[in-house]
Structure formats: C-alpha cells, structure tokens
C-alpha cells in the first residue's frame, strides 16, 4: 500500500462506523432507553457528520490532511469519553453521539483523499476499491468486538470500544 494511514485508517474507520450504526440501537436498548429515544440517538450519529462534513471538508483543503485526521480522531476519542463518563445523562449521550457520529463520515473522505495524494490519477480507482475492502474488513470486526465487550463489561463499554478505535 502506498499509504499505510490510508488502510489502517479506513480498516479502524470501517470498525466506528459499523459499531455506531449497528450496535448504537443495542447499547441504547441496554441501558434503557425508549424506543424514541433510541432513533434520536442514532439520528444524533448522522446528523453530526451532516453538520460537520462541511467544516471539516473545508479544513482539509486548507491544512495538512494528516493534522486533521488526528484532530478529528481527537474529537471523537473525547465525545467517547465524554459518553462513558456520563452515566446514562440523556443531554451528554445525545451530545456524545453527535460529536463521535459527526468525525466518522468525514474521516472516510479524509483517509481516501490522503490516499489520493499518494497517487497517479490512473491508481485511484484501483485503491479506492481496496479501501472500500479494507473498510468492509473493519466493519465485520467492530460491531463483533464490541458485542463481546458490552456482553462481559456491561452496555457503557460501547464507547470505550469506540474510543480506543478512534485513538488508534
């Protein structure tokens, strides 16, 4: 590969994504949310990357693509943090599932024009298929992993899992 953050970015990426939209509804459900509550929580996932593509989108082509991909990672490891020390606070969930959700589909399109830069014009078809592999990859293994936390450490372990993915 001629970007290693590019694949391992993606790989870690296609875990966050997979784990919020798939397991949100089960960590909601476990720690006793309605059913309404639940779809605004997983609304909140969406409308954060909604409302951040844009400024995010205009960052990157403004600075290095490398910082921000550490300052969205950022952000997302501190709405993690922010959701596992909360206790169950409805405002700070919805808050940290805004913020978490709001950097996931931005960083997708960070990581592929990072790859991008790497490469000629006639490569970037080919690596973008393989990032879409490499992003499926990663989201088969998220949402296992994260069950397998939640079911030994209990619902809130969501969002470490999800920390420690942004982290990486």
Do not use: H
Request: proline share 4%; glycine share 14%.
């Amino acid at each position: 590969a001629s970007s290693p953050l590019g694949t391992v970015g993606i790989f870690l990426l296609g875990s966050v994504y997979a784990t919020q939209s798939g397991m949100g509804a089960v960590f909601g459900s476990q720690i006793g949310m309605t059913a309404s509550q639940i779809a605004l929580f997983v609304a909140m996932l969406f409308a954060g990357a909604l409302v951040l593509q844009y400024p995010i989108g205009w960052l990157s082509d403004r600075m290095d693509r490398r910082k921000l991909i550490f300052g969205a990672s950022c952000l997302g490891t501190a709405s993690c943090l922010l959701g596992w020390l909360t206790g169950g606070g409805l405002t700070s969930l919805m808050a940290a599932a805004f913020f978490a959700g709001g950097v996931t589909t931005p960083l997708y399109a960070l990581f592929l024009a990072y790859t991008n830069d790497t490469l000629s014009a006639e490569d970037m078809p080919a690596a973008s298929g393989g990032l879409v592999f490499t992003f499926g990859l990663g989201a088969i293994v998220g949402p296992l992993a994260t069950g397998w936390a939640m079911e030994r450490l209990g619902p809130f372990a969501f969002w470490p899992v999800l920390g420690v993915t942004f982290a990486a």
